[in-house]
């Protein structure tokens, strides 16, 4: 978008809101809440972009058309990474994107996103459903004027894409690495120049030679993305984003002003997405990974131990400086994290872990 359109569409913004006693105050005299979703991806980017008209289409449904939610991409109404002051401020009444992107606003807003050898994405899920994380996720949003859901997750990411082999921790020096997040602090610790931009971006700069390497996502956002025309090598595990949830922010005003019955509609619609929006990431994800190894030359290599080993090292001093943070709630937070990961962890020994180990055993099947 030009600036100056933006400009004029920003001023046209402000002085609609403060005509208004509230958001929603011209909407409610038609019986009709008329939202605007801003989101941090291109329009229908797979994975992301698909799961946010997902969102909007289902809180308008889950409310019987009584809010009705009209999508704007990244760009059409304010930049990918402004959606998250654009509906603090007023000027949208929910986003759509990430936890990992909002760390200048407080570190310990990363940890509902994904946490470098963290929680996977059911883990992710439990801990804030069932191990007191939404209350410290509302208090933390809350002083921003935000009510925040979870509304999806993309799984396990990828290590990344990376244009030369790496063969030990040695080699991660000096390496321009696109990541987010708490990754991007594990990165740094361990001597890579981390730098952080859009995917569509991270391709140019990769074609450009002005990064070595970067992680998005996983195989089916990635394709759409066209990493493997740049980098061949695609390296697993992501051990820097085991999960990344994905989001839903409603201004708290706007939130509050609804009765109860479309504030239940408003966070069911986020609830019930969260699993299928995951699935489909696990299972397009599979698909297109075998595309683009049989069809694009792409070499599918595993990190070495050792790299992994330093990168464990390095994510433990990064949740070891949010536990000392000067904020009282980021240490609440990092220590509610921790318990959970912990009691789940010891678990999934037994459980989950146990199943995915026998079924990798050879036997005919």
Known sequence: ????????????????????????????????????????????????????????????????????????????????????????????????????????????????????????????????AHGGGQALYDEMYGRFGLKPFLCGNSGPQWAGWFRNEINSAEDLKGLRFRTTGLASEMCAKLGMAVQAMGGRDMFQALQSGALDAGEFIGPWSDSALGFYQVAKNYYWPGVGEPSSAEECAVNKEAYDALPADLQQAVAMACESLYNPVWTEYSTKHALALEKLVAEQGVQVKKLPDDVIVAMGNAAGEVIGELREDSDELVQRITESFLAYRASIAKYMTYADNGQMNARAMDYKY
């Open 1 to 128: 978008m030009k600036r100056r359109d933006f400009l004029k569409k920003a001023a046209a913004g402000a002085a609609a809101t403060a005509a208004g006693a509230t958001l929603a105050a011209p909407a409610i005299a038609q019986d009709k809440l008329r939202w605007k979703m801003v989101t941090a991806w291109p329009k229908n980017l797979p994975g992301p972009g698909v799961a946010a008209q997902m969102l909007a289409d289902r809180i308008t449904a889950l409310s019987g058309g009584r809010i009705e939610v009209q999508l704007f991409a990244a760009g059409e109404l304010v930049p990918g990474h402004g959606v998250f002051d654009a509906v603090s401020e007023g000027t949208a009444e929910l986003y759509h994107a990430v936890p990992s992107y909002w760390g200048s606003k407080s570190k310990g807003i990363l940890l509902f996103g994904s946490q470098p050898f963290g929680l996977r994405a059911d883990e992710q899920f439990g801990w804030l």
